[in-house]
Protein backbone atom coordinates (compact mmCIF):
# COMPACT_ATOMS: atom_id res chain seq x y z
CA UNK A 1 0.00 0.00 0.00
CA UNK A 2 1.36 3.50 -0.79
CA UNK A 3 0.55 6.79 1.27
CA UNK A 4 -0.38 9.88 -0.72
CA UNK A 5 2.10 12.15 -1.12
CA UNK A 6 1.26 14.42 2.02
CA UNK A 7 -0.10 18.02 1.33
CA UNK A 8 1.82 20.94 1.41
CA UNK A 9 1.58 24.55 1.03
CA UNK A 10 4.29 26.94 -0.87
CA UNK A 11 4.93 30.41 -0.30
CA UNK A 12 7.15 32.55 -2.48
CA UNK A 13 9.92 34.85 -0.10
CA UNK A 14 10.55 38.49 -1.03
CA UNK A 15 12.15 40.91 1.14
CA UNK A 16 10.48 43.67 2.86
CA UNK A 17 10.57 46.81 4.77
CA UNK A 18 9.42 45.56 8.45
CA UNK A 19 9.81 48.19 11.61
CA UNK A 20 11.98 47.26 14.70
CA UNK A 21 11.81 48.77 17.70
CA UNK A 22 14.07 48.79 20.70
CA UNK A 23 13.89 49.95 23.87
CA UNK A 24 16.12 52.12 26.00
CA UNK A 25 15.58 53.17 29.53
CA UNK A 26 15.34 57.04 29.84
CA UNK A 27 14.54 59.21 32.89
CA UNK A 28 12.62 62.10 33.09
CA UNK A 29 13.50 65.69 33.57
CA UNK A 30 12.34 69.17 33.60
CA UNK A 31 12.82 71.21 30.59
CA UNK A 32 14.33 74.12 32.40
CA UNK A 33 16.06 73.94 35.83
CA UNK A 34 15.98 77.42 37.84
CA UNK A 35 17.98 77.86 40.83
CA UNK A 36 16.34 80.24 42.83
CA UNK A 37 19.21 82.85 45.67
CA UNK A 38 19.00 85.33 47.68
CA UNK A 39 20.32 88.63 45.90
CA UNK A 40 20.45 90.43 49.36
CA UNK A 41 22.19 89.36 52.79
CA UNK A 42 19.82 88.84 55.44
CA UNK A 43 17.89 86.93 57.78
CA UNK A 44 15.48 84.53 56.03
CA UNK A 45 12.08 85.55 57.79
CA UNK A 46 9.57 83.42 56.45
CA UNK A 47 8.96 80.65 53.89
CA UNK A 48 5.40 80.79 51.98
CA UNK A 49 5.21 77.38 50.05
CA UNK A 50 5.28 73.87 50.57
CA UNK A 51 8.22 72.36 49.59
CA UNK A 52 7.47 69.94 46.32
CA UNK A 53 4.51 71.51 45.34
CA UNK A 54 3.96 73.48 42.41
CA UNK A 55 4.37 76.98 42.22
CA UNK A 56 3.29 79.97 39.84
CA UNK A 57 5.74 82.77 37.87
CA UNK A 58 5.47 85.27 40.25
CA UNK A 59 4.18 83.56 43.60
CA UNK A 60 6.36 84.84 46.76
CA UNK A 61 8.76 81.64 47.57
CA UNK A 62 11.00 84.17 50.37
CA UNK A 63 10.89 86.93 52.80
CA UNK A 64 14.07 88.01 53.64
CA UNK A 65 13.74 90.26 56.47
CA UNK A 66 13.33 94.20 54.92
CA UNK A 67 13.81 96.34 58.00
CA UNK A 68 17.69 97.37 57.41
CA UNK A 69 16.81 98.02 54.23
CA UNK A 70 14.00 100.02 55.37
CA UNK A 71 15.79 101.82 57.30
CA UNK A 72 18.26 102.42 54.39
CA UNK A 73 16.07 103.57 51.94
CA UNK A 74 14.61 106.08 54.17
CA UNK A 75 18.30 107.53 54.74
CA UNK A 76 18.35 107.73 50.87
CA UNK A 77 14.89 109.22 51.36
CA UNK A 78 16.15 112.03 53.59
CA UNK A 79 19.43 112.60 51.60
CA UNK A 80 17.63 113.11 48.58
CA UNK A 81 15.50 115.93 50.44
CA UNK A 82 18.75 117.46 51.81
CA UNK A 83 20.43 117.39 48.60
CA UNK A 84 17.21 119.05 46.64
CA UNK A 85 17.19 121.67 48.97
CA UNK A 86 20.66 122.33 48.35
CA UNK A 87 19.95 122.28 44.66
CA UNK A 88 17.31 124.79 44.92
CA UNK A 89 19.15 127.17 47.31
CA UNK A 90 22.19 126.85 44.67
CA UNK A 91 19.93 127.53 41.46
CA UNK A 92 18.13 130.69 43.47
CA UNK A 93 21.87 132.07 43.95
CA UNK A 94 23.05 131.64 40.59
CA UNK A 95 20.13 132.89 38.76
CA UNK A 96 20.20 136.22 41.58
CA UNK A 97 23.83 136.96 40.83
CA UNK A 98 23.76 136.19 37.11
CA UNK A 99 22.05 139.60 36.14
CA UNK A 100 24.47 141.06 38.69
CA UNK A 101 27.59 140.12 36.50
CA UNK A 102 26.08 140.96 33.45
CA UNK A 103 25.43 144.49 34.31
CA UNK A 104 29.18 144.34 35.81
CA UNK A 105 27.47 144.93 39.65
CA UNK A 106 29.83 141.73 41.02
CA UNK A 107 32.66 140.41 39.25
CA UNK A 108 32.26 137.41 36.83
CA UNK A 109 34.04 134.83 38.90
CA UNK A 110 31.58 134.95 41.77
CA UNK A 111 28.58 134.56 39.35
CA UNK A 112 30.57 131.74 38.10
CA UNK A 113 31.17 130.26 41.49
CA UNK A 114 27.61 130.52 42.02
CA UNK A 115 26.70 128.44 38.50
CA UNK A 116 29.29 125.90 39.63
CA UNK A 117 27.75 125.43 42.71
CA UNK A 118 24.60 125.08 41.23
CA UNK A 119 25.95 122.54 38.97
CA UNK A 120 27.44 120.54 41.59
CA UNK A 121 24.19 120.48 43.55
CA UNK A 122 22.17 119.03 40.80
CA UNK A 123 25.17 116.06 40.52
CA UNK A 124 24.82 115.85 44.22
CA UNK A 125 20.97 115.08 43.65
CA UNK A 126 20.96 112.66 41.01
CA UNK A 127 23.44 110.79 43.11
CA UNK A 128 20.80 110.66 45.90
CA UNK A 129 17.99 109.91 43.07
CA UNK A 130 20.42 106.55 42.26
CA UNK A 131 21.18 105.33 46.11
CA UNK A 132 17.70 105.66 46.58
CA UNK A 133 16.53 103.43 43.57
CA UNK A 134 19.15 100.80 44.14
CA UNK A 135 18.16 100.83 48.26
CA UNK A 136 14.62 100.34 46.60
CA UNK A 137 15.82 97.90 44.05
CA UNK A 138 17.25 95.58 47.10
CA UNK A 139 13.86 96.05 49.29
CA UNK A 140 12.41 94.61 46.38
CA UNK A 141 14.89 91.92 46.62
CA UNK A 142 13.70 90.44 50.22
CA UNK A 143 10.49 89.51 48.77
CA UNK A 144 11.38 86.58 46.67
CA UNK A 145 9.33 85.19 43.70
CA UNK A 146 9.18 82.47 41.49
CA UNK A 147 10.87 83.19 38.49
CA UNK A 148 9.20 80.65 36.26
CA UNK A 149 5.94 78.25 36.76
CA UNK A 150 6.77 74.33 38.07
CA UNK A 151 7.47 72.30 40.32
CA UNK A 152 9.69 73.29 43.58
CA UNK A 153 12.52 71.53 45.29
CA UNK A 154 13.45 71.39 49.17
CA UNK A 155 14.50 74.69 50.88
CA UNK A 156 17.91 74.00 52.19
CA UNK A 157 18.12 77.21 54.27
CA UNK A 158 15.27 77.15 57.72
CA UNK A 159 13.72 80.32 58.53
CA UNK A 160 15.88 82.14 60.97
CA UNK A 161 18.90 81.76 58.44
CA UNK A 162 21.62 84.21 57.78
CA UNK A 163 21.53 84.16 53.97
CA UNK A 164 24.08 85.77 51.65
CA UNK A 165 23.38 87.62 48.18
CA UNK A 166 24.07 85.88 44.74
CA UNK A 167 25.51 83.38 46.77
CA UNK A 168 22.44 81.06 49.07
CA UNK A 169 21.14 78.54 47.00
CA UNK A 170 17.03 78.96 48.18
CA UNK A 171 15.35 76.29 46.05
CA UNK A 172 15.29 74.77 42.67
CA UNK A 173 11.75 75.07 40.28
CA UNK A 174 11.96 72.20 37.08
CA UNK A 175 9.52 73.31 34.67
CA UNK A 176 7.58 70.51 33.87
CA UNK A 177 5.91 71.71 30.82
CA UNK A 178 7.21 70.29 27.97
CA UNK A 179 9.13 67.88 30.03
CA UNK A 180 12.09 65.88 28.67
CA UNK A 181 13.00 62.13 28.58
CA UNK A 182 16.71 61.87 28.39
CA UNK A 183 17.81 58.18 27.03
CA UNK A 184 21.46 56.79 25.81
CA UNK A 185 21.92 54.01 23.47
CA UNK A 186 25.52 51.28 24.28
CA UNK A 187 27.64 51.88 22.40
CA UNK A 188 28.16 48.11 21.25
CA UNK A 189 24.57 48.82 20.09
CA UNK A 190 25.16 51.82 18.31
CA UNK A 191 28.06 50.27 16.59
CA UNK A 192 25.46 46.92 15.54
CA UNK A 193 23.45 49.69 14.41
CA UNK A 194 25.67 51.27 12.17
CA UNK A 195 27.83 48.06 10.82
CA UNK A 196 23.75 46.84 9.77
CA UNK A 197 22.97 50.59 8.10
CA UNK A 198 26.43 49.95 6.10
CA UNK A 199 25.33 46.41 5.06
CA UNK A 200 22.22 47.63 3.99
CA UNK A 201 20.09 45.54 5.95
CA UNK A 202 19.25 48.28 7.98
CA UNK A 203 17.27 52.14 6.98
CA UNK A 204 17.60 54.83 8.96
CA UNK A 205 14.51 57.69 9.01
CA UNK A 206 15.20 60.69 6.67
CA UNK A 207 15.93 63.60 8.40
CA UNK A 208 16.26 60.97 12.31
CA UNK A 209 12.44 61.57 12.27
CA UNK A 210 12.09 58.37 14.75
CA UNK A 211 8.96 57.29 16.21
CA UNK A 212 9.19 56.91 20.05
CA UNK A 213 6.76 55.93 22.47
CA UNK A 214 7.13 56.15 26.38
CA UNK A 215 5.92 53.76 28.75
CA UNK A 216 6.25 53.91 32.42
CA UNK A 217 7.29 51.17 34.59
CA UNK A 218 3.82 50.54 35.52
CA UNK A 219 3.74 49.55 31.72
Same mark, same amino acid.
Given at each position: ???????V?????????????????????????????????????????????????????????? +? *? =???Q? &??? /?? !????? %?????? @???????? +? *? =????? &??? /?? !????? %???A?? @???????????????????G?????????????????S??????A??????????????W???????????????????????????????V?????D?
Amino acid at each position: FQMPPAQVTTITVKPATIPISYEYVGQTTGSKEVEVRARVTGILEQKLFQEGAPVKQGQRLFVIDP +K *P =LQAQA &AQA /QA !ELVRT %QAQKAQ @ADREAARL +K *P =LAERK &AIG /QK !EADDA %QSNAEL @AAAAVRSAEAKLREVDLNLGYTNVVAPITGLSSRAPKSEGSLVTANDTLLTTIWQVHPIWVPFSIPENEQLGLQKEVAAGRLTLPKDNAFDVTIRLTDG
